[in-house]
C-alpha cells in the first residue's frame, strides 16, 4: 500500500505556517577601536578537610598509598568545599566548590577534576564549572567550561595551587581569570 498523503501534506503545512528564518551574524566592521572585554581577577582559598568536607568514594588500585599530597592510581574522591577570603578557614566564605576528582596519575600526584564554584560575591552571583587536570603539589590551571547566573556565558581558568598540604585540612589558593565575551556582556545588559 502507498504510503499516506497525509505523511507529505503535513510538513508542508508546517513550513507554511512557520517559515524558517535565517539570519547572519557576520558582521565586518573595519573601525580601529578595540572592543571591551569585562573581565573579573580574584583569589579565594579553598579549604579540604579529610572525612568532614572530602571523601574517597572508591579506593585506587595502584602506586603509592593515601597521604596528604597522593592516592593510588583510580581513586575517586568526592568534595564539597568552602572557599573563604584569606587562607584562614575561619575567614568569610564567599564560595562553595563542589566536585570529583580520579587520580589519573600512576605517581599518586596527579588526577582529572571536575568542580562547580556556586560563587556569592559583592557584584556577582553564580556558579562556574571547571574541569581539568590537577597536580597535588604544583600549580594547575583548569579550563572554565560555563556558568550560570552573572557567569552565564563566562570563560577563562582558574589556577590552583597549594597554600598548606599538612593535617587533616589542605587548603589551596584558588586564582580566577574570568572573561564575558562581547555578545555575553550585550546580553546580560538586555536582561537587565
Known sequence: MAPSVQIYFLPLVL???F???T???SHHHHHHHHNHIKSLHFSLYQHETINKTGYIIVNGVAGPGTSQTTTPFGTLF???DPMTVTANR???VLAIAEGTSITSGLDGLRS???AKITLRLKHHSGSISIVGGTHNIKPSDHPVV????DFIFVQGYVRSSPVNLKGL???YKIEFHLYWPPFATQLHASVN
Open 15 to 17: 513550513f507554511a505556517l
Open 19 to 21: 517559515p524558517i528564518k
Open 23 to 25: 539570519t547572519s551574524t
Open 78 to 80: 568526592a568534595f564539597e
Open 90 to 92: 575561619s575567614s568569610k
Open 112 to 114: 582529572i577534576s571536575i
Open 146 to 149: 560555563g556558568g550560570t547566573g
Open 169 to 171: 585540612t589542605v587548603t
